[in-house]
């Protein structure tokens, strides 16, 4: 059954690993428009690995941020804002390995979430 789906193109599932790393956003892009039409071994495998990312990177900035900032205010402690940060930018590190790693069509896992994305999410 043929789609006229737009994002539909011979990239072998790539567009779509690479859409889904930009946030949440991204990813509802690329399993919605890009990946129920074209089904593939390489957006499925970031799929699912950016699904994952983005739920522990959201839960881990927003619950430090919950705590570490309070701890700031009542005991002025300002090292706590540079902990926040430093996690903040090993986040980031993550996310890009795992964006190369889509933009070179490789199903290289993120360390850390990668290997254990893979086996979670199985309706993806």
């Not at 599932?13 to 428009?33: L, M, P």
């Not at 994952?52 to 900035?61: A, E, K, N, R």
């Not at 700031?72 to 390995?97: E, N």
Request: without cysteine; aromatic residues 16%; positive net charge.
């Amino acid at each position: 059954m043929e789609t006229n789906s737009p994002f539909k193109t011979a990239d072998n599932g790539k567009s779509a690993a690479i859409v889904s790393y930009f946030w949440f956003i991204g990813w509802i892009i690329a399993y919605f428009a890009m990946y129920k039409d074209n089904k593939t071994e390489l957006s499925r495998y970031h799929l699912k690995q950016t699904l994952l990312f983005h739920l522990v990177s959201t839960v881990i900035s927003w619950g430090l941020s919950l705590f570490l900032i309070p701890v700031i205010f009542a005991t002025g402690f300002g090292g706590s804002y540079y902990i926040l940060r430093v996690i903040q930018v090993l986040l980031f590190v993550l996310w890009i390995i795992g964006l190369i790693a889509a933009i070179q069509g490789e199903k290289k896992p993120i360390p850390l979430i990668g290997d254990r994305a893979q086996t979670m999410f199985p309706s993806i």
